[in-house]
């Protein structure tokens, strides 16, 4: 899979039009950063942003429904009115309950200057721009909500203005600023204090003119209060243990706790994060670039080697296109610096401690296209896209994600450097639909890439209590890794009723697996559901309750390692003991070519995933090359065939 996006949501807004995350948009001209800064308003400079499934770690963006069982929310329909320069109107509500936050205030920017709008008692607003053309959401905050505030001008979300045009039924879903309880433990589940505790999203982005604390130090109970949402990665760090990382999941939520078990010291313990990378950011012609976000990740090549941070490291540069990133661990990075609009650069395999580091950011050609439905022909006036770098036949690695809220269903993106490409689009109550395209070298024109989408399918089903079928209100049912693999943010979920049901529509034919959590319940992912062109069968999920002093776990079934695309085969990393794989004798470095006969390149990633999950105690046979022996580089790696069991797996 991908290995991390680094642009996305630390303060989370999550833009919702028709069950869409929106993160990433925008069409015609873009808006000049320096022109639409309000007075006195600086970029400020986030800090360094620095899971056991059968797949690396994944994003996992989060919403829930406005009125169970349905669908988050309906589409957004683009009408005719009187207004001279077109018209938004929607609602903000909040992420976890659906209910409309009032007093939100949304500051729109476009080429001109910015305006800002509130919400009413019900989360309703009108935003009337006094132009038409590009305007940008530029920041959203609530009292008690995490806000939304990106680097001025550089807005993920886009919409676009039509005289006599007004588009309605937007709707914006903020996180609830929830304060959770963290412990940090040892070995022997006694309280560690004076631990070094740090909050990992990957999406510094979109926070900067709002930071929020990201590290802290347990008390003498072990203890720390933070706020993260769903998704984030904790880490804790102690000189006397190895490290210990957990998720913020659902459940997490639901409980307001987090336990962090440190390890016992293994060799050398922990790298020390004591190195620094530092440099400049220049257009073609030389001139420095301020405001392109500098990401840092542990380089591509050696992976499942990894250094640092799993979620890399983060800065926008300075009014003289500079960055230092501090804290940083030895080993080797991939850096890249993007700024919307130009096309990145990226510099590989740079060893940590260097300060000489030069990215130019270029031209590149613009991509552009009109989204359809292809049953009528008529555009979608909201939509979300992903762009896709091809590297291989299974690896695709996150270029661009953009979402329009545009009553052409028109898009563009530009700053598109020659390569291959995968165009993934999406909308509320279609299932996603992808389309390849090529830029040829040089090439600095338009790139046209029309998508049209067809209506998806439907699930319905019930939650309910194990053991005792007790229906279980309000529980989250999502489908797990959509907007990761699938590169679009997307992520379909639903609440249940009082009786336990509920409803997914819009979803794409295929294998997939559900993410099922509620209050006082252990969480589960339950793989192998197909689902076929039109409804699927009823489902009856059962969640475990939790006893008193348990802490959530989630119940998953596969082989029980860490996997990854490259080139023509899925790369093991870490393999959890008492799994399928660890009974098997898979190590990290192996390589998975086959499944049960049939090469991994014919599945792409994300079926080959759902192949290898499954049934608990089912058999399957894996192709598998294995990692050479030390001193052996170089030599052809053998080929064998090895049986794994599925196993439960609990974390």
Same mark, same amino acid.
């Given at each position: 899979m991908d290995r991390k996006r680094t642009l996305g949501l630390l303060a989370i807004v999550l833009v919702l039009l028709g069950g869409l995350l929106l993160v990433l948009g925008g069409r015609g001209g873009e808006p000049d950063p320096q022109a639409t800064r309000p007075p006195g308003a600086t970029a400020p400079k986030p800090a360094p942003a620095t899971t056991a499934m059968e797949t690396a770690p994944e994003p996992k963006p989060t919403h829930t429904t406005a009125a169970p069982p349905t669908r988050l929310v309906p589409a957004t329909y683009a009408e005719h009115s009187t207004e001279p320069h077109g018209a938004f109107e929607g609602r903000v509500i909040s992420a976890t309950t659906g209910d409309g936050v009032e007093g939100a205030e949304l500051t729109f920017a476009g080429s001109g200057g910015a305006t800002s709008t509130r919400t009413d008692a019900s989360g309703r607003f009108r935003f009337v721009p006094y132009s038409a053309g590009t305007w940008q959401l530029a920041v959203v905050t609530a009292r008690g909500y995490l806000p939304f505030g990106p680097e001025w001008g550089q807005s993920p979300i886009r919409f676009t203005a039509v005289p006599g045009q007004r588009l309605s039924d937007i709707v914006l879903a903020l996180t609830p600023e929830v304060e959770l309880l963290g412990r940090v433990e040892g070995p022997d589940g006694k309280p560690v204090a004076g631990a070094q505790v740090r909050v990992l999203t990957g999406r510094s982005g979109e926070s900067v003119l709002f930071p929020t604390p990201d590290r802290y130090t347990s008390d003498a109970s072990g203890e720390f209060r933070f706020h993260g949402p769903e998704g984030a990665i904790v880490e804790a760090r102690h000189p006397a243990h190895s490290s210990a990382q957990a998720e913020v999941t659902a459940g997490t939520l639901l409980a307001r706790r987090l336990v962090l078990k440190l390890g016992r010291h293994e060799g050398s313990g922990d790298a020390p994060l004591d190195e620094s990378l530092a440099g400049r950011v220049v257009d073609a012609s030389g001139t420095a670039v301020a405001g392109a976000l500098v990401s840092v990740e542990s380089a591509e090549s050696a992976w499942p080697k990894q250094y640092g941070d799993a979620h890399g490291y983060e800065q926008v540069t300075d009014d003289e296109?500079?960055?230092?990133?501090?804290?940083?661990?030895?080993? @080797?990075?991939?850096?890249?610096?993007? #700024?919307?609009?130009?096309? !990145?650069?990226?510099? @590989?395999?740079?060893?940590?401690?260097?300060?000489?580091?030069?990215?130019?950011?270029? @031209?590149?050609?613009?991509?552009?296209?009109?989204?359809?439905d292809a049953a009528t022909g008529k555009p979608m006036p909201s939509f979300t896209l992903a762009v896709f770098t091809k590297r291989g036949p299974l690896q695709r690695v996150p270029f661009a994600q953009l979402s329009f809220i545009d009553a052409q269903g028109h898009y563009e993106l530009a700053g598109?450097?020659?390569?291959?490409?995968?165009?993934?689009?999406?909308?509320?109550?279609?299932?996603?639909?992808?389309?390849?395209?090529?830029?040829?070298?040089?090439?600095?024109?338009?790139?046209?890439a029309d998508v049209s989408l067809g209506r998806g399918a439907?699930?319905?089903?019930?939650?309910?209590?194990?053991?005792?079928?007790?229906?279980?209100?309000?529980?989250?049912?999502?489908?797990?890794?959509?907007?990761?693999?699938?590169? #679009?943010?997307?992520?379909?979920?639903? #609440?249940?009723?009082?009786?336990?049901?509920?409803?997914?529509?819009?979803?794409?034919?295929?294998?997939?697996?559900?993410?099922?959590?509620?209050?006082?319940?252990?969480?589960?992912?339950?793989?192998?559901?197909?689902?076929? !062109?039109e409804t699927t069968a009823p489902r009856i999920l059962e969640l475990r309750k939790t006893e008193e002093g348990e802490e959530p776990?989630?119940?998953?079934?596969?082989?029980?390692?860490?996997?990854?695309?490259?080139?023509?085969?899925?790369?093991?990393?870490?393999?959890?003991?008492?799994?399928?794989?660890?009974?098997?004798g898979l190590a990290t470095g192996d390589a998975i070519v086959r499944i049960n006969g049939r090469p991994v390149v014919e599945f792409g990633f994300p079926e080959a995933i759902q192949s290898i999950r499954g049934v608990e105690d089912s058999l399957l046979v894996l192709g598998v090359r294995k990692a050479p022996a030390p001193g052996t580089e170089g030599s052809p790696a053998p080929l064998v065939d090895i049986t794994v069991k599925r196993r439960r797996i609990r974390k």
């Open positions: 296109g500079r960055f230092t990133i501090e804290g940083v661990a030895p080993g @080797r990075y991939d850096v890249t610096a993007r #700024l919307m609009g130009l096309a !990145p650069g990226e510099l @590989r395999d740079v060893a940590a401690g260097r300060k000489d580091l030069v990215l130019t950011l270029a @031209r590149g050609a613009k991509l552009v296209g009109t989204v359809r598109v450097p020659a390569g291959s490409y995968v165009v993934q689009v999406a909308a509320y109550g279609y299932a996603p639909s992808e389309t390849h395209v090529e830029v040829p070298r040089g090439a600095s024109g338009t790139v046209t439907k699930m319905t089903g019930r939650v309910v209590e194990e053991g005792t079928n007790l229906p279980l209100e309000r529980a989250r049912v999502s489908v797990e890794g959509m907007g990761a693999e699938s590169a #679009l943010s997307v992520r379909y979920d639903a #609440l249940t009723d009082a009786e336990g049901h509920f409803t997914l529509d819009g979803l794409p034919s295929g294998q997939m697996s559900l993410y099922v959590s509620a209050k006082g319940h252990h969480s589960r992912i339950i793989s192998g559901i197909r689902v076929g !062109p776990q989630v119940d998953m079934v596969g082989i029980g390692a860490v996997l990854a695309p490259r080139e023509d085969a899925l790369m093991v990393g870490q393999v959890f003991e008492g799994g399928g794989a660890w009974e098997a």
